[in-house]
């Protein structure tokens, strides 16, 4: 099955996109191929925003458009009900970034039980998912990690963290509908995996509902999921895991260096993807006790997958595996994985044009130091103009 390459499909892969959106969507992937027009542009936006210049509507007919399915959840369901259609599921993600105050950590607690609810009463979207630093201050995290005694005032704040990770995760429990809990930096990672094992311990007894995410480019993640494989099954729970490759890589390597520790980063890319097969392999091998969902844009890591399960005998639509993509990303591997059959779900993320810019400035950042996937991406654009005659 794997040998037939079934993600060179290109009729598959941008069957909803119409004439128009494929030229737009081969014109953003042209611009963001060019490091220093993303740089440029980068820097643009956000002085044009910050200064209040009318760049909204630009900026929402390009990229936003492009990567997210609207500013609220009402905007977001023709898309998630067209892709749908094709198999493919959505996992709404608000994503609001870089706010620091308990107003607004409990409008995201808000928008997450929103959507939880929301998606409970629609088989379109299987899944919810939030940021930790959606819930809580950075800093906050990093204290509790490294273990430094809070002062009265932060251990309140404290408290009301894991009182917002409880209210999302019993919600997701009682409306049954999966919780992804999306990783951030190693610097406070530490104090989310603990308060995450402990959503798993307390709501993950008979079957996965909260996951964790592990990042694969830390080289330490293979012996802390093992440790953590350790510990639920002497304590009689399920782990859910997403696995990524991560995404914050230069942030994690210069932070080291400036403090002078070790990177936590694998040496190499190498390194990485060689990580991520392990960690993919040893949850296959564990499904009794660990869901598993895959959230890669890479098409050989979806290509082991795919391998492992049919070795494995896993049958394809198994609900403790899913695949994922973003919105606007890697169209070619979701629609193709949908249509023979495997669950797949996109994250498809909302919010005011203005808060979503840092996730749009990864997204256009990311594809532009990836360049062998945003070529990939171009060259299946190309292909499909071609078959279109357009
Ligand atoms: C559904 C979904 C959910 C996601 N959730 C999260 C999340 O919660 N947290 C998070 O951090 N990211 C998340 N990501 C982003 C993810 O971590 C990656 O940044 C992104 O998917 C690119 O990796 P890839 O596996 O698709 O493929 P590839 O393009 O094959 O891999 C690129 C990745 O490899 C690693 N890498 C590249 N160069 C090197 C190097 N020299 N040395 C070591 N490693 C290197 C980096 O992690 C880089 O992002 C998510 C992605 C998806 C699709």
Sequence with gaps: MTSEKIFNNTEVAFQLKNDSELERAYFLFKMISHQPLVRIGTAATNFALKANLPVEGLIRSTVFDHFCGGVNEEDCLPVIDKMFLKGVSSVLDYSVEGKETETQFDSALNKTI?????????KAMPIAVFKPTGFGRIDLYKKKGQGVKFTGQEQEEWDRV??????????????????????????MQDASDDLVEDMMRRYNSDKPIVFNTLQTYRWDRLDYLKQLHERAKNEGYKLGMKIVRGAYMEKERERAEENGYPSPICESKMATDA???KVLSYILDHLEDISLFIGTHNEESSYLAMQLMEEKSIVINDDRVWFGQLYGMSDHISFNLATVGYNVAKYVPFGPVKDVMPYLIR???ENTSVAGQTNRELNLLKEEKKRRKI
């Design 114 to 122: 929103e959507i939880i609810n929301f998606a409970s009463t629609k």
């Design 162 to 187: 894991v009182a917002r990770y409880n209210d999302a995760c019993k919600l997701a429990k009682e409306k049954d509908v999966f919780i992804l809990i999306d990783a951030e930096e190693s610097w």
């Design 275 to 277: 990580n991520f097969n």
């Design 363 to 365: 997204r256009a950042e």
